[in-house]
């Protein structure tokens, strides 16, 4: 199986968080296929928000339908170790950590 580098990059940073390499190998993964999701149209997805509730999200990073909040200005999220996607029932640029991601749809 090959893996990006991006993704061994997360998965290394789940590890550390999690101290789990399994769960890190999984959630990586599934990092990977939200982007995918994201970039082709809207993906349905959960995560873990920090006050410990769930979050059921319908999010893209397709630049057409995000375009009016868009600045293109400012530093990645992954710098962060997180991933920005903007919530489309919401209308505005959110993000998640990548070990509180729990399903991708």
Known sequence: MMVKNSTAARMK???HRTGDITIAAAKAMMIELLKTKMSNGVAHFAFQKK??????AFGTIQ?????AKTNGYGISRE?????????IEKGEWRS????SLLWVA
């Open 13 to 15: 940073v789940i590890a």
């Open 79 to 87: 710098c962060f170790n997180t991933t920005a996607f903007f919530d």
């Open 96 to 99: 998640l950590r990548w070990e």
């Open 63 to 67: 630049s057409n339908i995000a375009s």
């Open 51 to 56: 006050d410990g509730s769930i979050r059921e």
